[in-house]
């Protein structure tokens, strides 16, 4: 069992920043792929970031995020990150961490993801 905390989500101006963060359980959170996903009210969870597990180094970002977002990881910490610049009112969502311990092969499928955190809202105002 996996278990995922989030933290760091708030409230930020239009062009501001935020980092969050995901702290795991785990013996193995170095062979996980982790992934970003978030929520905006009335739509469906869609995919942010991935990182692939140590060894292969490999990130995924969503076209939309893609230059302002960076997910980054500590597995001495078993925390990964998401630092996220140039925030814009349509990143406002609540933001969840996922982990793959199998690595499926597609790392923007929610449904490969077995483990998720309980989310933390980011709210981006103009």
């Known amino acids: 069992q996996v278990q995922l905390v989030e933290s760091g989500g708030g409230l930020v101006q239009a062009g501001g920043s935020l980092k969050l963060s995901c702290a795991a359980s785990g013996r193995t959170f170095s062979t996980y792929r982790m992934g970003w996903f978030r929520q905006a009210p009335g739509k469906e969870r869609g995919f942010v970031a991935a990182?692939?597990?140590?060894?292969?180094?490999?990130?995924y970002y969503a076209d939309s995020v893609k230059g302002r977002f960076t997910i980054s990881r500590d597995n001495a910490k078993s925390t990964v990150y998401l630092q996220m610049n140039s925030l814009k009112p349509e990143d406002t969502a609540v933001y969840y961490c996922?982990?793959?311990?199998?690595?499926?092969?597609?790392?923007?499928?929610?449904?490969?993801?077995?483990?998720w955190g309980q989310g933390t809202q980011v709210t981006v105002s103009s």
């Open positions: 996922a982990a793959d311990p199998n690595r499926g092969l597609r790392p923007r499928d929610a449904t490969y993801y077995d483990y």
């Open positions: 990182s692939s597990s140590s060894g292969i180094s490999t990130t």
